[in-house]
C-alpha cells in the first residue's frame, strides 16, 4: 500500500523551534556577527572580515588548547565508557538494591560543577585532603597545584567521579530493557557470559550508548567549572581547555571579536564530531543496501 | 525593536538569509517530493535531503577554514570548491 505522507505534524515543532531560536540561533547569530567585527565596547563595531578567524587558526594558544580538549575527552570517554557498562552489568535487577542503587549513582550528577571543583580541591590538598594526603603517604610526591601529571590526573578522575553514572544509569535503562526471552534463548543455545554480552545487551544497548558517548564527548568537550575550580587552568597552561582559554578571551583581555571567531571554530568541531558519532553509531550493525 | 546589540552587518545578514533560503527550498522540495529523498550513497550510510544539506554546509565551513587557515583570506575560490563539494553531496553522498 501506498504510504500516506503528511508533513502537517511539522507545525507542531514550531513551539520548540521558536524555544531554540531564542535560546541558540540568535545567539549564534550574534556570535557570527561579532566574529567579523571589533568593538571597543559601548555597542561600537568595526568590520574586521576574517581576520580573528585568520588570528586563531594561526594560533599556537589556540592549537595547544584543542589538543589537550581532544585528549581530555578521549581518555575520560576510554575511561568511563566501558566503566559505565561494566557498573550497569554489575548492579542488581531486583529486590530493594535496585532503588539504592540507583540513588546511589544519582546522587554524583546532582552535585553542581562547582560544588564538585570544591569537593576535588579540598580533596586533593596534600596537608588537609584525603586524597593528597594518602598519596604522600604512601610516598607519592603528588601535587595538583605544581606538576601538569598530577594536575590532569586530577582532572580526568574530577570528571570520572563525576559522570560515570550517568553512563552506567543510562546502560542500565538499556539493559532491563531487554525482553527475559533473549536470555532465556541464548540459555538454550548454551551461550557463554560473552557471547550474551556481545550479541545481546551489547547492541541493545547501542542506542543508549549513543546517547551517552555524544552527551560525555559533547560536555568534556567543553568542561570549564572543574578545572576552573581546581587548577585554574594550570600550572602554567596545563589544564587550559578551550572553554578556559575563551572565557580568558572574552572577559578577561575583552577580545570579543578573535573569541567570538573561536567560539564558531569551537562550535564546528564539536558539531563535527557529534555527527561523526552519531552516524557512526546509528548505522552500526544495520544492512547495508 | 532594537536589533543593534546583534551587531548586524550586511555580509553576515546575506549568509543567514542564504541560509533560510536553503531551507526555505528545502522545505519546499519536500513539499512536491515528500519522503526526503532517502538513499544509501558512497559514504554506505542512509542520507535524505536534509542530511545532505547538513553534510554540504559542513563541509564548506570546513572548506573555508581551511583555505583561511594554509592559503589567504581571498575565500571566493573555498565558495567555488564549497558549490563542487555541495553539488557532490548532494548526487553521490
Known amino acids: 500500500m501506498e504510504k500516506t505522507w503528511n508533513n502537517k505534524a511539522w507545525f507542531m515543532v514550531l513551539p520548540v523551534l521558536l524555544l531554540v531560536a531564542f535560546s541558540a540561533v540568535i545567539p549564534l547569530m550574534t556570535v557570527v556577527n561579532y566574529s567579523v567585527q571589533d568593538t571597543f565596547g559601548n555597542n561600537q563595531f568595526f568590520w574586521a572580515g576574517t581576520e580573528w578567524y585568520k588570528q586563531i587558526l594561526a594560533s599556537e594558544r589556540f592549537h595547544e588548547a584543542l589538543w589537550r580538549n581532544l585528549l581530555f575527552s578521549f581518555i575520560v570517554l576510554a575511561i568511563e565508557i566501558p566503566l559505565g557498562i561494566v557498573i550497569a552489568l554489575a548492579m542488581p535487577r531486583k529486590g530493594w538494591t535496585v532503588s539504592l542503587c540507583l540513588v546511589l549513582m544519582a546522587l554524583p550528577l546532582l552535585i553542581p560543577w562547582n560544588v564538585v571543583g570544591t569537593i576535588w580541591q579540598v580533596f586533593g590538598r596534600v596537608d588537609i585532603g584525603l586524597l593528597g594526603h594518602t598519596m604522600e603517604a604512601l610516598g607519592f610526591d603528588y601535587n595538583y597545584t605544581q606538576d601538569p601529571l598530577d594536575a590532569w590526573i586530577t582532572v580526568v578522575l574530577i570528571d570520572v567521579w563525576h559522570w560515570t553514572s550517568l553512563v552506567a544509569l543510562l546502560c542500565y535503562a538499556g539493559l532491563v530493557a531487554i525482553p527475559e526471552a533473549y536470555y532465556q534463548a541464548a540459555q538454550i543455545d548454551g551461550a557463554s557470559r560473552w557471547a550474551v554480552f556481545r550479541y545481546i545487551q551489547l547492541p541493545k544497548m547501542n542506542r543508549v550508548l549513543l546517547i551517552a558517548v555524544l552527551l560525555r564527548f559533547m560536555d568534556s568537550f567543553m568542561i570549564y567549572t572543574e578545572p576552573f575550580v581546581v587548577t585554574g587552568g594550570g600550572p602554567g597552561n596545563s589544564t587550559t581547555f578551550l572553554s578556559i582559554d575563551l572565557v580568558k578571551m572574552a572577559i578577561g583581555q575583552f577580545d570579543l571579536g578573535p573569541a567570538a571567531a573561536m567560539s564558531i571554530i569551537y562550535f564546528l568541531i564539536i558539531l563535527l564530531f557529534s555527527w561523526i558519532f552519531y552516524t557512526v553509531m546509528t548505522n552500526a550493525g544495520q544492512d547495508r543496501k | ?93
Not at chain 2, 529523498?37 to 558512497?42: D, E, F, K, S
Not at chain 2, 554540504?56 to 577554514?65: D, K, Q, T, V
Open chain 2, 1 to 93: 525593536m532594537d536589533l543593534s546589540w546583534m551587531a548586524w552587518t550586511w555580509p553576515t545578514a546575506l549568509f543567514f538569509v542564504t541560509i533560510a533560503l536553503l531551507i526555505a527550498s528545502m522545505g519546499v522540495w519536500e513539499y512536491y517530493s515528500p519522503g526526503g529523498g532517502a538513499r544509501y550513497g558512497v559514504l554506505r550510510i542512509e542520507t535524505t535531503r536534509g542530511d545532505r544539506l547538513f553534510i554540504s554546509l559542513l563541509g564548506s565551513a570546513f572548506i573555508h577554514l581551511a583555505w583561511l587557515g594554509l592559503i589567504g583570506p581571498n575565500l571566493w575560490w573555498a565558495l567555488a570548491i564549497s558549490f563542487a563539494y555541495a553539488l557532490c553531496v548532494f548526487r553521490w553522498v
